[in-house]
């Protein structure tokens, strides 16, 4: 079955750097995308980016360009997201989700159907 | 970038109602609208993608219907673990998505 097993929680100080990982299991690891979401303590979901895989084309959220970098090891199946200059408004549960695509007729919708555990980060003096 | 506005906010409903809540994208996005359940201390859950296609293994009261702008998420006879919060997303702008600000859904 599909699996998403992400790092654990970490602390950080404002102007650090943070690295998360999303180990994936129980299918082809190169052929679905992963996707990077956060969620601050009481908010909603906030979308960051997502990373093909196979092209190793990445996509990232207006508000995070420049400070993230997701990349990838085929060799162990794993994702990374890093996020730099951490401030404390990054104070966050961490997601990744890996896609899957729905098509009918000239429709590819895109959803997320499986994701990781999550990964607290704490950024505080 | 496309937006999602969610409503309400909140609601509270008793065990056995039907409740409804309410998606509006900025702009078009035909049928690529996606619904999520999220409880406090979990990951999200899909519920229903491609605007009203129910997941694997989701109850059948679960419904999702509209298209263009408008999308709306229904829950027949709820039933005590449906007390969560719950999120639209788009993907009509992929590779960039987006996700509502959620729904809060209480019990009365």
């Known amino acids: 079955q599909v699996q998403l097993v992400q790092s654990g929680a970490e602390v950080k100080k404002p102007g650090a750097s943070m690295r998360i990982s999303c180990k994936a299991s129980g299918y082809v690891f190169t052929s679905y995308h992963i996707h990077w979401v956060r969620q601050a303590p009481g908010q909603g979901l906030e979308w960051m980016g997502k990373?093909?895989?196979?092209?190793?084309?990445?996509t990232y959220a207006q508000k995070f360009q420049g400070r993230v970098t997701v990349t990838w090891d085929t060799a162990t199946a794993t994702f990374y997201m890093e996020l730099s200059s951490l401030r404390s408004e990054d104070t966050a549960v961490y997601y990744c989700?890996?896609?899957?695509?729905?098509?009918?007729?000239?429709?590819?919708?895109?959803?997320?159907?499986?994701w990781g555990q999550g990964t607290l980060v704490s950024v505080s003096s | 970038d496309i937006q999602m506005t969610q409503s309400p906010s909140s609601l509270s409903a008793s065990v056995g109602d039907r409740v409804t809540i309410t998606c509006r994208a900025s702009?078009?996005?035909?049928?690529?609208l996606n619904w999520y359940q999220q409880k406090a201390g979990e990951a999200p859950r899909l519920l229903i993608y491609?605007?009203?296609t129910l997941q694997t293994d989701i109850p059948s009261r679960f419904s999702g219907s509209g298209s263009g702008t408008d999308f709306s998420l229904n829950i027949s006879g709820l039933q005590p673990e449906d007390f969560a919060t719950y999120y639209c997303?788009?993907?009509?702008?992929?590779?960039?998505?987006?996700f509502g600000q959620g729904t809060r859904l209480d019990i009365k």
């Open positions: 491609a605007a009203s």
């Open positions: 989700a890996r896609d899957s695509i729905a098509v009918s007729g000239s429709l590819r919708v895109e959803y997320l159907p499986y």
């Open positions: 702009q078009s996005i035909t049928s690529y």
């Open positions: 997303q788009q993907t009509f702008s992929s590779p960039l998505v987006t």
């Open positions: 990373i093909n895989p196979h092209t190793g084309g990445t």
